[in-house]
């Protein structure tokens, strides 16, 4: 099958390339990720990449523009919900402009199908991410080969750190490296999540 591979970063891709591979599909890279921020962490992650794609004889394509602006004019406008552990409706967005464009990309260069390294990640809203990848397909006539990657996670994790590959700390855009890395919103979330542990105590207390 002639496979173009979604890339959300080199380490992503070391399973999933992996498993094709082992079914007899010789897959094809395409970095796409204007969620990625700030520049110098999105030209990192391009990099690293490339230097996978280079270590494992995978082709790829890149889209090689900085595209923070495009990305915060999408998101902007979108509501968020208060409780940090309820999923992003930006992530929603995120996904929909990188799968659209997968499956776009796709369709212009001839391939019979597309999937996403996202499809690996434990921390994405998987169905969210299927249901809009199968929309794409459909949209540009062009088969969504889902593979639900996620049981080769700790497997992945090993071959990036044998290849030496840059790992990063956060998913991607500025709002999840805060997320990451602020002590506010880690003190929010444990009360919230102390709040939610009480609440579900007293239910059961009550059954
Ligand atoms: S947290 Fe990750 S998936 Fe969600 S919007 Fe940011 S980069 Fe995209």
Redesign the pocket.
């Known amino acids: 099958m002639n496979l173009l591979l979604h890339m959300c970063c080199g380490p992503c891709s070391c399973y999933p390339v992996k498993k094709l591979r082992s079914d007899g599909i010789e897959p094809v890279g395409y970095f796409f990720n204007p ?2 921020h700030p520049y110098l962490e999105w030209d990192h992650r391009l990099k690293t990449a490339k230097e996978y794609a280079d270590k494992v004889g995978l082709k790829i394509y890149t889209e090689e523009h900085y595209l923070l602006k495009d990305f915060l004019a999408k ?1 902007m406008t979108i509501e968020e919900p208060d409780n940090p552990f309820l999923p ?1 409706n ?2 929603r ?3 929909a402009w990188r799968l659209d464009e997968a499956a776009r990309f796709a369709a212009e260069q001839g391939f019979e199908a597309f999937t996403s390294t996202l499809f690996y990640s434990i921390h ?1 809203q998987h169905e969210v991410m299927k249901e809009i990848a199968e929309a794409c397909g459909k949209k540009y006539g062009i088969d969504f080969y889902y593979e639900d990657f996620r049981p080769g996670w700790q497997e992945g994790i090993d071959i990036s750190l044998e290849l030496g590959l840059y790992r990063q700390p956060y ?3 500025i ?2 490296e805060e997320e990451r890395f602020s002590k506010e919103i880690r003190k929010q979330r444990k009360k919230i999540g102390r709040a939610m542990k009480a609440e579900r105590e007293r239910m059961e207390s009550l059954e």
Do not use: A, H, L, T
């Open positions: 969620n990625i998101v992003r930006r992530c967005s995120c996904y994405q998913c991607g855009c709002f999840s």
